[in-house]
């Protein structure tokens, strides 16, 4: 049975007296890679934003239990004088906090007086941050990177050079390695403008890893041939609404031909 990861009812959403999104409804299911398209200005990264953080003015939008989600952002955000090393290690503070938690409780383990309290909450904690890092692909950070940083062709480069010394194509697949770093175990990816400054190479790589993963992806994209690529859904934001169509990108356009056809008669 597929499962339901989002549940979008009824939202509405206004920047002061201007309404950006109106009745939005859309399930998310497993496995889903669902495009958002529509012309510039129309609310797209608006209804990413609304879904991610959960800020609708009306209406619900319900996350199934425990499910994680990651939102992998255009803006490169890279530090310049910052290695290579230490721009990945960023996306990997949720690893090294995981890490230092268990840590925590791992030494109040060894002291006798930790089972004369009521220690059964702490290790129903412990046994639930173990499960988040394997599943996460915690402890494994730097295996994980050094393979992103080979497909991308970034390994020639030794870690500890500096974000500034790199090209500019360089930085942009830098800070999209440095996103897709700890995928592992998230359910759903936001993705605004994933392709945006990346060459032909990188952006057909990422099809690769984006058709691989197994979670649900919502994707806001003006690349048409990475819609066509990825996508199994569509979702047109129009009018403030947002209506749905199977398929990808080419498909989506030959199903809506008909119907606007049919209006203008």
């Not at 109040?108 to 702490?122: R, T």
Request: proline share 2%.
């Amino acid at each position: 049975m597929v499962r339901e990861l989002i549940n979008v009812e009824a939202v509405d959403r206004a920047f002061g007296a201007v309404d950006v999104l109106r009745d939005i409804n859309l399930k998310v299911n497993d496995g889903d890679r669902i495009g958002i398209v529509g012309h510039n200005g129309a609310g797209k990264t608006t209804l990413l934003n609304t879904i991610s953080e959960q800020k609708q003015d009306t209406g619900d939008i319900e996350f199934a239990a425990g499910i994680r989600i990651a939102y992998l952002t255009q803006i490169r955000d890279l530090e310049s004088n910052s290695t290579i090393e230490e721009e990945l290690s960023r996306k990997g503070r949720q690893f090294q906090e995981l890490e230092d938690e268990i840590a925590s409780i791992e030494a109040q383990l060894v002291d006798p007086a930790f089972y004369e309290g009521d220690w059964e909450p702490v290790m129903e904690r412990y046994t639930e941050l173990q499960q988040m890092l394997a599943s996460s692909g915690g402890g494994n950070v730097a295996g994980i990177a050094k393979g992103i940083l080979e497909r991308l062709g970034l390994d020639k480069h030794p870690m500890d050079m500096e974000v500034n010394k790199l090209s500019g194509g360089e930085q942009a697949k830098l800070a999209l390695a440095r996103q897709l770093v700890g995928l592992n175990g998230i359910d759903v990816i936001f993705l605004d403008e994933p392709t945006n400054h990346l060459d032909i190479q990188t952006t057909e790589w990422l099809e690769d890893f984006m058709r691989s993963f197994k979670g649900a992806q919502l994707i806001v994209s003006h690349d048409r041939y990475f819609l066509d690529q990825v996508c199994t859904r569509i979702v047109e934001i129009d009018n403030l609404r947002a209506w749905p169509w199977k398929g990808n990108y080419s498909q989506f356009l030959k199903q809506k031909q008909p119907v606007k056809h049919r209006l203008v008669i």
